[in-house]
């Protein structure tokens, strides 16, 4: 028996899965139990310039020709249209599935899965979250046993690159995008990552994994780094602090998820807190396990290659031996935290008149609004008269501390400058 693989896409990923098919086939074929052939690789120009490891006689633009040889369809096209097209076709020809397509599965998942449990087929989706490390594997199957209480993680690379760098060397965001456009860690259209969206997509995938509910990319409240400037980053190393863009998923005792996206400040004694570069890692909290931490590349062609192929591998196997891959567990209808409701720590910081009783003033106001203080923090007086003021408060509901906001603001003493989440230690 041979397990017949198709290759949807040559590009970054593609073409190291090809690599490491060609060189490491017999090592895969004894993990998988029988031999893997590649029957072919789906590119949309014959003519482009490839990688010496490509065979061109494997090269072709239909897609469905060698989806219909295929046991295995390996999906690493990019964009949602075209690869829900070709999955779906892929699983009604009864091949299983491997994809690193974050956004298609966070806005179509349920489909594919549906279709795939209809057809006896399974779809694997390690590389699509973060890279090399093995996240997805240890929620659906190493913490089967076990009930994960919040997930935080830092999952897109290049925001971490860029605040890492804004941090350590003082460099403002546009000047480090720039840099990381031109080292290629950064896309020339970088929204999906600074705006938060590629982690939001990867964050849905891991709650409805944990917490056996559908989550769909737009029931994740997103925020990006692109107002984070370097006085932010000086006041939060000033107060003990990381900013990190932190990917954060928690399920209350009701049942009801709260799935965010943002910058964060990170206290220095969290474990996220020294990943530096464009490194990834992911914090489980479990109720029997404990706190878990997952670290290693989340992006490159090799490091997410080698989570492609332990997929295939798992799916060659399947086929071998028989069986099915874990399920998706559906319990319940999704219900999700109110914005409003959502609760975190804060970081305000203001620009206030260095006037004696102005921190009374404000004292008074987060009180009324039932937001507790924690610390506070005269960052500098300027000249004319103006001090900037960080205040951390107490866990507090969004909507508390809006209110809170929107009185500072009325005032003639001082303005509210930024607010950002705080993570606990």
């Known amino acids: 028996m041979t397990i017949k693989i198709a290759l949807l896409g040559a590009g970054t990923v593609g073409s190291q899965v090809a690599r490491l098919l060609k060189e490491e086939n017999e090592l895969l074929a004894a993990r998988a139990g029988a031999p893997l052939e590649l029957v072919g690789i789906s590119v949309s120009n014959l003519e482009?310039?490839?990688d010496p490891?490509?065979?061109?006689e494997l090269l072709t633009t239909d897609s469905k020709a060698i989806i219909d040889q295929a046991d295995i369809v390996i999906e690493l096209i990019g964009g949602v249209d075209l690869p829900r097209e070709l999955i779906l076709y892929a699983i009604n020809s009864g091949a299983s599935v491997v994809t690193g397509n974050k956004a298609l599965l966070a806005?179509?998942?349920?489909?594919?899965?549906?279709?795939?449990?209809?057809?006896n087929v399974d779809v694997y989706y390690e590389a699509a979250v973060a890279g090399a490390v093995p996240v997805v594997y240890a929620v659906r199957e190493s913490l089967a046993g076990d009930t994960v209480k919040a997930i935080q993680g830092i999952l897109n690379g290049t925001t971490?690159?860029?605040?890492?760098?804004m941090t350590t060397k003082g460099l403002p965001f546009d000047e480090v995008?720039?840099?990381?456009?031109?080292?290629?860690?950064?896309?020339a259209d970088p929204t999906a990552d600074v705006d938060g969206h590629d982690a939001a997509a990867k964050i849905a995938i891991l709650a409805s994994l944990a917490f056996h509910k559908r989550v769909h990319i737009d029931d994740v409240q997103v925020e990006g780094i692109r107002e984070i400037t370097s006085s932010d980053i000086a006041a939060a190393t000033a107060g003990g602090y990381v900013i990190k863009l932190i990917a954060e998923a928690t399920q209350d005792d009701a049942g009801k998820i709260d799935v965010r996206v943002g910058p964060t400040l990170v206290p220095e004694a969290h474990p996220l807190a020294s990943i530096g570069g464009s490194f990834n890692a992911v914090v489980i909290e479990a109720e029997a396990a404990d706190r878990l931490m997952f670290y290693g590349r989340g992006a490159g062609g090799a490091p997410t290659a080698s989570a492609v192929l332990s997929d295939v591998v798992a799916a060659a196997?399947?086929?071998?031996v028989g069986g099915r891959a874990p399920q998706e567990i559906v319990l319940g209808k999704s219900e999700f935290v109110a914005a409003e409701d959502s609760t975190s720590k804060y970081f305000v910081r203001m620009d206030v008149q260095d006037e004696v009783g102005t921190l009374a003033q404000l004292a008074r106001l987060f009180a009324d609004a039932g937001v507790s203080i924690?610390?506070?923090q005269q960052e500098s007086v300027a000249g004319n008269g103006e001090a900037e003021i960080t205040i951390t408060t107490h866990t507090a509901r969004a909507a508390d501390l809006a209110a809170t906001i929107e009185s500072i603001n009325d005032t003639q003493t001082a303005k509210v400058s930024r607010v950002l989440r705080v993570a606990d230690e």
């Open 48 to 50: 482009a310039e490839r």
């Open 177 to 187: 995008l720039a840099t990381a456009q031109e080292l290629g860690f950064a896309e």
């Open 160 to 165: 971490n690159y860029i605040l890492d760098e």
């Open 317 to 320: 196997s399947k086929r071998v």
């Open 53 to 56: 490891w490509i065979d061109r």
């Open 107 to 119: 806005e179509h998942g349920p489909e594919i899965y549906d279709l795939a449990k209809e057809k």
């Open 374 to 376: 924690s610390s506070v």
